[in-house]
């Protein structure tokens, strides 16, 4: 027997498409800085973003387990420096959230 799945408006299918990982808005907003670079240091993401050292970190980490954000840590003498940069899956994941989002505000207008 084989079940049919009715068919989803924009706005329904829209709203599947949604990426609960982004959809933070922590995380959204790192993904969206880091967008328009090819990476950023820990210092720049949280000074522009007003984001604790232990924020960032909870929430680079999360994006990083799925595969969305590369960190790679190395030192300057003895300082650590930590830099993070979208990975493509996490670029194409943002561009779909994007594109989700822009249906969603158009809204019922057609």
Do not use: W
Request: aromatic share 4%; charged share 25%; glycine share 4%.
């Amino acid at each position: 027997m084989t079940s049919r799945t009715p068919d989803l408006s924009p706005l329904a299918s829209a709203r599947h498409r949604l990426d609960e990982v982004i959809h933070s808005p922590v995380r959204f907003a790192v993904m969206c800085a880091l967008n328009s670079v090819d990476a950023a240091d820990n210092a720049t993401l949280r000074e522009q973003l007003d984001l604790s050292y232990s924020l960032l970190g909870k929430h680079a980490a999360i994006l990083h387990e799925v595969g969305y954000l590369r960190i790679d840590k190395s030192f300057l003498g003895t300082t650590a420096c930590t830099s993070y940069r979208l990975t493509r899956l996490g670029r194409r994941a943002l561009h779909d959230h994007l594109e989700a989002l822009d249906v969603l505000v158009r809204g019922l207008a057609r």
